[in-house]
């Protein structure tokens, strides 16, 4: 399936979103995409006695122009930064409203509504329905990233084996090439006692065995998925928790990738559990890459984009 060369942001005004903008800027300029804003809300309602028990919505004016107000800093931001920029106020959930778009688009982009304390560990509702959902790669800017964007010059990518984890791999390859990026590409095997170690293994099992296999399979994946083409990638095959692992090299790069796991019907409608802990804890932007784009494709295309 071809896809428009857009990058759809999701905005609400919120200094997270606009982190989004900041970075959405930087990878359209480096791509020469284009990038789409879009505010979505949903019109509250209330139970109108003298109707019958029916719904009234409210008069939604308001909430319009303040969508609008937010819709038109954001476009301001890309309009100074000389890219080229379309913008769309929608009503609906916004996660399903991003997911839409994900369909026609090349990346989908949000942030984070870390609010600190216990709220810091979670994330908004869009942040983490989109990377579940989208039929795009979805990047999730963190609340507690630096304010401005930065250049991606460090790429680390999970690597396990799976399908999804060669198809995040791939894309992790095509960021890496167009930033002139350092890849580094992370196999972690938790062989050690402790949270999440395989206590399975028998105990004859030797641990530098285990992690030599490992990283020869992880030297085919990687060799498979760069070609011939001229990207650095170093390659670690630890022993350790991928999730904390990934979430550890997060404060020392610029960008993070990993894959999903969806299958299709319920369990295609959640993020594995690494991807999942990663987006909580990463202290950089973080690109999911779903795995279904293993069906519906992944090469961008000059194509129209009617929104």
Known sequence: MARANVIVVGVDGSEPSLAAVDWAIGEAQKCGWRLHIVCAYALPSFTAASLDGGYAAMDDTAIQQGAQAVVDEAVDRCRTAGVEVTSALETGDPAGVLVDLSREASLAVVGTRGGGGFTDRLLGTVSSALPAHAHC???????????????????????????????????????????????????????????????????????????????????????????????????????????????????????????????????????????????????????????????????????????
């Open 137 to 307: 790669p979805t990047v999730v800017v963190p609340v507690q990233g630096k304010r401005d964007f930065q250049p991606v010059r460090r790429i680390v990518v999970g690597v396990d084996g799976s399908e999804s984890a060669r198809i995040a791999l791939r894309r992790a390859v095509d960021e890496a090439e167009r930033w002139d990026a350092e890849l580094t590409a992370v196999a972690a095997v938790p062989i050690a006692t402790g949270a999440g170690a395989m206590a399975w293994l028998p105990a004859a099992v030797d641990r530098d065995e285990v992690l030599a296999d490992v990283r020869e399979g992880l030297a085919v994946a990687v060799a498979a998925a760069v070609g011939d083409r001229k990207v650095r990638v170093r390659q670690h095959a630890l022993d350790g928790n991928a999730a904390a692992l990934m979430s550890e090299f997060s404060t020392a790069v610029e960008m993070v990738v990993v894959g999903s796991r969806g299958r299709g019907g319920f369990a295609g409608l959640l993020l594995g559990s690494t991807s999942q802990a990663v987006l909580h804890h990463a202290a950089c932007p973080v690109m999911v890459v779903p795995a279904r784009m293993r069906d519906e494709g992944t090469s961008p295309a000059d194509v129209p984009w009617n929104r």
